[in-house]
């Protein structure tokens, strides 16, 4: 059982396997050149998994695969079928833009994945081309069709920035609402890697433009494992929100992150981490799982976002954390 220094259980990993992308989202990377690590740097599939290998057996129940763009790493679905292979129930997750979904999606499906996130920042074909900096809607649209039609369990991420895409939240909400998929709505993580000057809507604004057509919600009693605090409609329909800039965010965080090279981090918001690729490489199990152990014991109370300080800003690329 993997416990940290607050007593907090960590079932939760989250595995980066690459920092790539082929959008350039306002709130994530959006001046960032279309370049890459070298393949060189990163972990191969199977040294990843035998880091994975090491969490499943102290404790670890979900693996959720990102990056940047998880997609763009050629034969995904053999390394997700590594883990399925090695311990069936896992819950095993998928986060992704959904521009290359329509076309893999029954290959991950057949390889053990059983639930994707997808972003969808807008319904409108102009905004989500500001938004990702290319014309993506009508594809990442049929990626979301393939996946539902395949039999993968679907959430709809989407973060409301000021003047971009906040007349969307209705809409976006609505689309959910009729598809029967869950939405959760993000609050922008200030980072350095972000639009200048990009702002994002908190959660009482977003409940307010909600209840302008919706004004009858209650609010759902936390799940503690679910970083999103839900709200539920009359007729049952319920929509998440995710509020990294209030503690509750992480007083019952479970989760780690792992990046596709090898640096194994705490908290998003947390500049420190420490490397297991020596470890992995070395094929040193002991030592991988020792750094896992002081990574954990060196995790903070809370993430810097929920200081209060409307300065703190992460210098953290969430391309390579997966956010």
Same mark, same amino acid.
């Given at each position: 059982?993997?416990?940290?220094?607050?007593?907090?259980?960590?079932?939760?990993?989250?595995?980066?396997?690459?920092?790539?992308?082929?959008?350039?989202?306002?709130?994530?990377?959006?001046?960032?050149?279309?370049?890459?690590?070298?393949?060189?740097?990163?972990?191969?599939?199977?040294?990843?998994?035998?880091?994975?290998?090491?969490?499943?057996?102290?404790?670890?129940?979900?693996?959720?695969?990102?990056?940047?763009?998880?997609?763009?790493?050629?034969?995904?679905?053999?390394?997700?079928?590594?883990?399925?292979?090695?311990?069936?129930?896992?819950?095993?997750?998928?986060?992704?833009?959904?521009?290359?979904?329509?076309?893999?999606?029954?290959?991950?499906?057949?390889?053990?994945?059983?639930?994707?996130?997808?972003?969808?920042?807008?319904?409108?074909?102009?905004?989500?081309?500001?938004?990702?900096?290319?014309?993506?809607?009508?594809?990442?649209?049929?990626?979301?069709?393939?996946?539902?039609?395949?039999?993968?369990?679907?959430?709809?991420?989407?973060?409301?920035?000021?003047?971009?895409?906040?007349?969307?939240?209705?809409?976006?909400?609505?689309?959910?609402?009729?598809?029967?998929?869950?939405?959760?709505?993000?609050?922008?993580?200030?980072?350095?890697? +972000?639009?200048?000057?990009? %702002?994002? !809507?908190?959660?009482?604004?977003? #409940?307010?433009?909600? *209840?302008? =057509?919706?004004? $009858?919600?209650?609010?759902?009693?936390?799940?503690?494992?679910?970083?999103?605090?839900?709200?539920?409609?009359?007729?049952?329909?319920?929509?998440?929100?995710?509020?990294?800039?209030?503690?509750?965010?992480?007083?019952?965080?479970?989760?780690?992150?792992?990046?596709?090279?090898?640096?194994?981090?705490?908290?998003?918001?947390?500049?420190?981490?420490?490397?297991?690729?020596?470890?992995?490489?070395?094929?040193?199990?002991?030592?991988? +799982?020792?750094?896992?152990? %002081?990574? !954990?014991?060196?995790?903070?109370? #809370?993430?810097?976002? *929920?200081? =209060?300080?409307? $300065?703190?800003?992460?210098?953290?690329?969430?391309?390579?954390?997966?956010?």
């Amino acid at each position: 059982m993997l416990i940290d220094g607050f007593g907090r259980k960590h079932d939760y990993l989250r595995v980066s396997v690459t920092e790539r992308c082929n959008f350039r989202c306002q709130y994530c990377m959006p001046e960032k050149p279309f370049s890459w690590v070298p393949k060189e740097n990163l972990l191969t599939y199977e040294e990843l998994f035998k880091f994975i290998k090491v969490g499943i057996d102290e404790g670890i129940k979900k693996v959720r695969i990102t990056g940047g763009e998880p997609l763009l790493r050629e034969e995904l679905d053999v390394f997700l079928k590594m883990i399925y292979d090695y311990k069936n129930d896992i819950d095993l997750a998928l986060t992704t833009n959904g521009f290359l979904l329509s076309k893999v999606a029954q290959r991950l499906k057949d390889s053990g994945l059983k639930r994707i996130n997808v972003s969808l920042d807008s319904l409108n074909e102009a905004t989500a081309a500001k938004m990702a900096q290319k014309n993506v809607l009508k594809t990442v649209l049929e990626g979301i069709e393939e996946a539902n039609k395949v039999g993968l369990k679907i959430k709809i991420n989407c973060v409301p920035l000021k003047g971009i895409n906040d007349q969307d939240i209705l809409e976006v909400l609505e689309f959910c609402m009729e598809k029967g998929y869950v939405v959760r709505f993000i609050e922008f993580m200030e980072n350095h890697h +972000a639009k200048d000057g990009a %702002k994002g !809507l908190n959660s009482d604004e977003i #409940k307010e433009i909600i *209840s302008q =057509k919706y004004p $009858n919600f209650k609010t759902v009693p936390r799940d503690t494992s679910s970083p999103a605090q839900y709200y539920e409609f009359e007729n049952g329909f319920q929509f998440g929100i995710i509020e990294p800039h209030k503690d509750d965010f992480c007083a019952s965080c479970n989760r780690i992150r792992l990046t596709a090279e090898g640096y194994l981090i705490p908290c998003l918001y947390f500049e420190d981490a420490m490397s297991i690729k020596d470890a992995v490489q070395n094929n040193d199990i002991d030592e991988a +799982a020792n750094i896992l152990k %002081k990574v !954990l014991a060196n995790k903070p109370e #809370k993430n810097k976002w *929920s200081t =209060k300080d409307e $300065n703190e800003t992460s210098s953290r690329a969430f391309y390579e954390t997966g956010g």
